[in-house]
């Protein structure tokens, strides 16, 4: 059974950080890519950034470059975002999500698997 669980969600300051894990069990990690969505109330589903777990290639969403990082541990299974500087309009809830001919596109529809979310709030 594919499983991708997030975790590290929660409640900062503006201009704190957290740093969010999705572990993955039930699929061969590589050559998947891994993204990450967020998803606010009454607003659509975004990307907020992705990764190859076969050649690192990553991509961010305009609003949180050189503010956020994304990173693989094949060896463990698990994608991480880092999440610096955060804002008020970060808050959303955040999907792992996992792409199985390891495109790394911030194109939602097209991944495979998904996670249940994992809430992070950001106050002013």
């Known amino acids: 059974e594919v499983q991708l669980v997030e975790s590290g969600g929660g409640l900062v300051q503006a201009g704190g950080s957290l740093t969010l894990s999705c572990s993955a069990s039930?699929?061969?990690?590589?050559?998947?890519?891994m993204g990450w969505f967020r998803q606010a109330p009454g607003k659509e589903r975004e990307g907020v950034s992705c990764?190859?777990?076969?050649?690192?290639?990553?991509d961010y969403a305009d609003s949180v470059k050189g503010r956020f990082t994304i990173s693989t541990d094949n060896a463990k299974k698990t994608v991480y975002l880092q999440m610096n500087n955060l804002k008020p309009e970060d808050t959303a809830v955040y999907y792992c999500?996992?792409?199985?001919?390891?495109?790394?596109?911030?194109?939602?529809?097209?991944?495979?698997?998904w996670g249940r979310g994992t809430q992070v709030t950001v106050s002013s």
């Open positions: 999500a996992a792409e199985r001919f390891g495109i790394a596109t911030m194109t939602w529809a097209l991944y495979d698997y």
């Open positions: 039930g699929f061969t990690f590589d050559p998947y890519a």
């Open positions: 990764i190859s777990t076969r050649d690192r290639t990553t």
